[in-house]
């Protein structure tokens, strides 16, 4: 609608001549025009100029918005006939309109054997039964016949001394012997020829107590010479390392060329196939140690799960670490564990006091803790939880939760009664 500026009627009366508008070429302000007989408007004309400005602004910012507003309803109107030209429609929210929301499913383990992880301690692996080896005499190194990793065998030579020092000594013994069984002969035979003349009187008493007395000391001396050749024997066999039993070296300390002591160790080996885990136990938990259960697994090896039992927990607490070393055995061990890899000792207890499900499962309902429990047919329902306690990674928590039940891990914050669920595992 296009306003007309309104003249004032008493300037048009005021001349006798009609009057006719132009519209100002620079100013864009109306004009009155002259009369016939040369007179001017009145002053009254002077102004509408401004007014009919303004109502010429209006009237085309109302042109322009109708001018759009009639685009709109023609794309509309376009849009509602042609589908592929349809404005698409804002998101609406994922409840209740059937689509299915992917989560993550947690299931509830069977309560009566839910345990949970006191504490895990890091330790090493290490055989039961570990000792040095060493020559029981002195000596020098002449041979080595083992290597470390070796698997030795009961009886096998791992090491050698030079074995002159000990022969002579042997050659010395033998010799004392040979001349211990010479005199006690020669002494036994002149015993025997005295004792016929002290019957005929032909030799005193006292002559034959001489006899008996040597022959006695023979005696003794042939049984302290035998000794000695048997020590000298058995050292002679002592520059020859031997395995008692079965078992693995470890380590070697000695080489060839070495002059080592009697006693000094010269190869490291562990016999036996038993294996410990050995770890430090905190004095927290030093009193009730030897009743948790235990469970060992292995850097290396993730898939290896082993049962494990304390064997031995030291009554003294490490002056250092303020720790007391505690070795549990491997029950059945694999073949393929090696000596030495870091070995993790998980301690167990029975927990009958609740079910633990992942934290990231609870959701708050009004204050109230809740669970979504996924049924068969993917709708979920909210169950009431109390929580017992949290915990690292799991909470430990009271309701009507059983045995196989599956719940929602992940994505509780999206649903609410009318959603419906798929497990992220069935993409898999």
Known sequence: MICTPKIDAASTNDNEGSHGLREGTE???YEAGLGSEGKDMPTTSRWTGPLVKKLASVTLGLLAVAAIGVMIFGANHGASHDPERRIPDSPKPVRGNGTELLVRAY????PSQTRRSQRSLAGTLQPRYQSPLGFRIGGKVIARHVETGDRVVQGQLLMQLDPEDSALQWEVAHSDWIAARSQLAQIEAEESRLRPLIQTG???????????????TARARLDAAERRMKLAENQKSYCELKADQDGLVTAVLGEIGQVVAAGQPVIQWMHGQELEAVVSVPESMQREVD???????????????LRGKLRELSPIANPQSRTYDARFQILDPPS??????TATVHLLSADSSGIPIPMSAIADRDGQPSVWKIEPDGSVQSIPISIV?????????????????SLVSAGVQRLDRSSKVRVWKDLQ
């Open 27 to 29: 100013t864009g302000q």
């Open 202 to 216: 032909s030799a005193s008493k006292s002559e034959y107590d001489i006899a008996l007395a040597a022959r006695d």
């Open 336 to 341: 393929d564990l090696a000596l030495g890899m």
């Open 291 to 305: 009743s948790l259960n235990a469970e060992i697994t292995f850097w290396s090896r993730p898939g290896v799960l």
């Open 107 to 110: 299931n509830v383990p069977d």
């Open 389 to 405: 306690r949290y915990e690292t990674e799991f909470a430990i928590v009271r309701g009507n939760l059983y045995q196989g039940d």
